[in-house]
């Protein structure tokens, strides 16, 4: 288990990241998000012990990070590079053995991996011979083909096509249910919706919200309700609060104030017609994300 | 330690196999050809460049026929007294010494009253010497050859020629002339060799940085073990392709030396000992040795510096305009060798060759051309490896700070808070 304990860093005298704590579990995926500039890549380097925080400390399995320990990790940085000029099956091995694997089982595991990503026809090629789809593919093959107990992605998803975003999300999954330990830092919600548990949001360096995504899902004080469209939606008058977001023309979507019960919104809805649909849904993580952090401009 | 020889390995054998250094030692090698030839034809031309020459002969009629013999290729300057050995006159010799001639010829009568010659030049070439051979043997024939008989011809083509350097420097004449060339020669080599090896190490850095490589690299190793995979890898390619200059131009010395020989072999057996082959066979190993040491030593030092300056910089045109400083003592370094061939225990150069940084080109340069003390050397080196050691330090530290830094350049403030962080 990776734990981040109470990490503080400053550059000069700009905080970058401010007294986070989490914890990323063997099986589990962590979904570290927040604004450009938040902390998230400061973090992740200070996971990796690229950057020593000014105060706190990191532990994988209760040890303190070092050199040896991080050499295990792997890591897909947002900022992604090949070698243009070396072929890519070289490169591979080459940050293989650089994680300690001995050349044979790098060789082994790369032609497997290879197979999964559909690059076979690939194997003697060099990047600048590749798609842009096919780099990505290459750079995620590089952080996951030493079997890391710890995977950090950072936005791992960008520059994929649907298809390929699949093809990752599955491999995800697969690692994960093999008990690998994720930290994803990513702006597509919806993915980070889909495969995280956990989920640490930070803005302005400070730890806004973090937790278990269901927990905080479930005890979200405001409910969201999608209902039929009525004609005429003014029996929401009556619940002071009650707001009607941008929807379809057959769907309405409320957000209710926490005080507010939707059995009561339900009885005053039959009485105010036809009411074909009515659900009470969970706050997305969209909707989770943007309330807790602040827009640029709302600096007060 | 397994890290760092992946890394070095990896920077080998990208370098190694990439058009660039494979075209540009093709180039070189033929560079080196191209080179041993013009500098023989060019051998051929020096001939034209009068020589002053004290002549001292056996009698009046053979001084004679020699000062007419010589008088295309020499200003010949006929001494007033007769010589009976080979030993020269102090007197004439102080002349020679003091610059007023630039060679003094003795010729004289054996006891079995055969022509004998004494050659003593301050610097020489030893094709001159070659050419005076040629004049000299015609005398010989002209004056001792007596009958047809095979010993005759045999002896008259044998005569006699010691040749003296008056250099205190030199043992022998080819000698000198080998040493102050290839002195040349090897400090143009190491010259250019720094400069270029450690310009490669800067950019290779740069270039991790631009293609975002280091940031896959970052994760996996520390700043330091890179930095010394790459210094590493770079120098042993260093070696490689001079390893391999070197092999083309011995084996161009061998051959142009064996062409020689075997053309004067025609002519006279014994005095071809003086030439090229013997030349090569006497290039001191030690010069050989100190070449690579030294080489080795400049190329650590600057490259650590330019690692340092790579490593702030986020593109390639940054690094050139920030490598000028940099640049600079190897051409002090450079100019200051070049004056020390002719003078090289100056005082000025003695301590200069102690300074890190100058050292490796100047400190070569006296060890190649005159006996330098021991102390000296050891003092040159220990200052180097000293420096190689501080300057690694500090270049691992601005390489933390600097690999996964992009955009705007670092103030020098910024630079130095970097330089006194902890590690």
């Known amino acids: ?300 | 330690m397994r890290t760092l020889s992946i890394l070095a390995a990896r920077e080998y054998m990208s370098r190694l196999t990439s058009r660039g250094f494979i075209i540009g030692t093709i180039f070189g090698v033929l560079g080196i050809i191209a080179l041993s030839f013009i500098s023989g034809i060019g051998s051929w031309f020096s001939g034209n460049f009068t020589t002053s020459l004290a002549l001292v002969g056996p009698d009046r009629a053979v001084t004679q026929m020699l000062a007419q013999q010589l008088r295309d290729d020499y200003k010949v300057k006929v001494q007033p007294y007769s010589a009976t050995g080979p030993a020269i006159e102090p007197r004439l010799k102080s002349d020679v010494v003091n610059g007023k001639y630039d060679a003094a010829l003795i010729a004289y009568r054996n006891h079995d009253g055969s022509l004998a010659f004494a050659y003593y030049p301050v610097k020489s070439a030893s094709l001159e010497d070659q050419s005076l051979k040629h004049k000299l043997l015609e005398t010989v024939v002209a004056t001792d050859f007596k009958g047809t008989n095979r010993s005759a011809v045999q002896r008259a083509i044998n005569f006699p020629l010691t040749i003296t350097n008056l250099n205190p420097r030199y043992k022998s004449a080819s000698e000198a002339f080998l040493a102050q060339a290839l002195v040349y020669f090897l400090l143009l080599l190491l010259y250019i060799a720094v400069i270029m090896y450690g310009v490669y190490v800067g950019s290779g850095v740069v270039e991790e940085k631009s293609n975002r490589v280091m940031e896959i690299m970052i994760g996996a190793v520390r700043p330091g073990q890179l930095l010394a995979g790459k210094i590493l890898g770079i120098g042993a390619l260093a070696l490689t392709q001079m390893f391999i200059f070197g092999l083309a131009a011995g084996s161009m010395l061998v051959l142009v030396g064996l062409h020689l020989a075997s053309s004067i072999q025609t002519v006279s057996p014994a005095p071809a000992a003086h030439t090229a082959p013997l030349a090569i066979a006497t290039v001191p190993l030690s010069m050989i040795a100190f070449l690579i040491v030294f080489f080795l030593l400049g190329f650590f030092s600057y490259a650590t510096l330019f690692a340092g300056v790579g490593a702030l910089a986020s593109k390639t045109e940054d690094v050139q305009t920030s490598n000028g400083p940099f640049v600079f003592p190897i051409i002090v370094a450079y100019m200051l060798s070049i004056f020390a061939l002719q003078d090289p225990d100056k005082p000025l150069f003695v301590w200069a060759s102690l300074v890190p940084l100058i050292s490796p080109m100047l400190m070569f340069t006296r060890v190649a051309t005159t006996t330098v003390p021991v102390w000296q050397i050891g003092v040159s080196i220990g200052l180097s490896l000293v420096f190689i050691w501080v300057a690694t330090l500090l270049a691992a530290k601005l390489y933390r700070v600097g690999v996964l830094m992009y955009g705007k350049p670092l103030s020098p403030k910024e630079i130095l808070r970097a330089l006194r962080a902890p590690s």
């Open chain 1, 1 to 300: 288990m990776l734990e981040v304990n109470q990490v503080s860093k400053a550059f000069r005298n700009v905080k970058a990241v401010s007294e986070l704590s989490f914890y990323a579990r063997e099986g589990r995926v962590i979904g570290l998000l927040g604004p450009n500039g938040a902390g998230k890549t400061t973090t992740i380097r200070m996971i990796l012990d690229i950057l020593q925080p000014d105060t706190g400390e990191v532990r994988w399995d209760g040890r303190r990070v070092d050199a040896q320990l991080r050499q295990t990790f792997g890591y897909l940085p947002e900022e992604r590079g090949l070698y243009p000029k070396m072929k890519i099956t070289e490169q591979l091995l080459f940050f293989g053995r650089l994680h300690g694997m001995d050349g044979a089982d790098a060789r082994k595991r790369i032609a497997e991996l290879f197979e999964s990503f559909n690059l076979t026809d690939k194997l003697k090629s060099t990047p600048v011979e590749l798609s842009k789809g096919n780099q990505q593919k290459v750079q995620f093959i590089a952080a996951i083909l030493h079997r890391p107990p710890l995977l950090i992605l950072d936005e791992p998803f960008s520059g994929f096509d649907p298809i390929n975003v699949e093809v990752v999300k599955d491999t995800v999954r697969g690692l994960v249910a093999g008990g690998t330990a994720v930290v994803l830092s990513s702006h597509r919600m919806e993915q980070v919706e889909e495969l995280c548990e956990d989920i640490c949001i930070i803005d302005r360096s400070f730890p806004v919200v973090k937790g278990n995504l269901r927990e905080i899902k479930q005890t979200w004080p405001n409910r969201f309700v999608r209902m039929t469209r009525l004609p005429n939606m003014s029996f929401l008058d009556q619940f002071p609060g009650a707001v009607t977001q941008p929807s379809t023309d057959s769907v309405a979507e409320i957000k209710l104030p926490a005080n507010t019960v939707p059995a009561d919104v339900l009885r005053a809805a039959v009485s105010a017609g036809p009411v074909d649909l009515f659900e009470v849904v969970e706050p997305s993580l969209n909707d989770i994300y943007l309330h807790y952090v602040r827009p640029e401009d709302g600096v007060t």
